[in-house]
């Protein structure tokens, strides 16, 4: 069985991350989204929520689960004894970290996990969960760029702050 690890911030989840999990789940017979619990990114959405949200967002996506992890990817993926990681590109810019990243998981995990890259969508390329949280922070609408259900999470958010 061929499993891989989609790890991310997901702060919040948008359709491009949710375009990279439905074309992942056809290479991959498992796919183990990954949410980062890093409070030092000061996130918008506690992990707890972000989970929720992708849990909601992927219903209907046959062999995909979501866990929060703290700390290293390489210690995730070795306890969930997994040795591909997937990342999404959107454009050139993303390419110079997530190619630190990947060499450095890989030299650090003594070659026993890989990164395979998918690259985003075209209709997806622009797509952030940074632009994401500015459009919605000033009521811009964020139909086309987030899952139905993230819509309402968004607009509660900033009207308590
Ligand atoms: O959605 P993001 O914020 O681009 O995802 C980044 C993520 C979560 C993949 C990356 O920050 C990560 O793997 N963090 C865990 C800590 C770690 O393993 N760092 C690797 C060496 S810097």
Redesign the pocket.
């Known amino acids: 069985m061929k499993s891989a690890i989609y ?5 919040p989840v948008t359709n491009g991350h949710l375009d990279i999990i439905k074309r992942s789940v056809n290479i991959f017979d498992e796919v183990i989204i ?3 619990n ?1 409070n030092e ?1 000061s996130p918008l959405f506690l992990v707890q929520e972000r989970v929720n949200m992708l849990k909601e967002a992927v219903k209907g996506i046959p062999n995909v689960s979501v866990e929060a ?1 703290s ?6 993926a070795k306890q969930k004894d997994v040795h591909v ?1 997937i ?1 999404g590109l959107r454009a050139v810019t993303d390419f110079e ?1 997530e190619l ?2 990947a060499q ?2 890989r030299k ?1 995990s003594g070659e026993d996990l890989d990164t395979i890259f998918l690259t985003t969508s075209l209709e997806y390329a622009y797509l952030s ?1 940074s632009t994401v949280k500015e459009y919605a922070k000033y009521g811009v609408c964020v139909k086309e760029f987030v899952p139905e259900s993230i819509i309402p999470l968004l607009e509660k958010k900033f009207k308590d702050r």
């Not at 790890?7 to 702060?11: A, K, L, Q, V």
């Not at 700390?71 to 995730?76: A, E, M, N, S």
């Open positions: 790890p991310g911030s997901f702060d990954a949410v980062l890093n990114k992890f700390g290293l990817l390489i210690d995730f990681i990342r970290y630190q990243i450095g998981n650090v969960s």
